[in-house]
């Protein structure tokens, strides 16, 4: 049971960046999915969130410009992330809410570093 992050790296103010997480281990289809980021001397805080029926939410500071989404038969979350921001700097995290279906807790991808900077 895990998931793995991959996408983070540096970038300009402006650009975009995509994030991935690749879950395995647990039925995917039927899980609630989210990003979280974690900024040097804040607390996590939650990014998006994608229900497994497609509901989404976004945090204010990230409306209009961040999209999560799903892909159920590779079962892999995104998190498509444009006009970046010097704060939108941190590690970002996936997280898979737990269900009945092979998922008894939260779980957390190994984080993946954004630097948006000049």
């Known amino acids: 049971v895990q998931l793995q992050a991959s996408g983070g790296g540096s970038v300009q103010p402006g650009g975009s960046l995509r994030l991935s997480c690749a879950a395995s281990?647990?039925?995917?289809?039927?899980?609630?999915m989210a990003w979280y980021r974690q900024a040097p001397g804040n607390q996590r805080e939650l990014v998006a969130r994608?229900?497994?029926?497609?509901?989404?939410v976004y945090a204010d500071s990230v409306k209009g410009r961040f999209t999560i989404s799903r892909d159920n038969t590779v079962n892999t979350v995104y998190l498509q992330m444009n006009s970046l921001k010097p704060e939108d700097t941190a590690v970002y995290y996936c997280?898979?809410?737990?269900?009945?279906?092979?998922?008894?807790?939260?779980?957390w991808g190994q984080g993946t570093l954004v630097t948006v900077s000049s």
């Open positions: 994608l229900s497994n029926v497609g509901g989404t």
């Open positions: 281990g647990f039925t995917f289809s039927v899980t609630h």
């Open positions: 997280n898979a809410e737990p269900n009945p279906f092979g998922l008894s807790g939260n779980l």
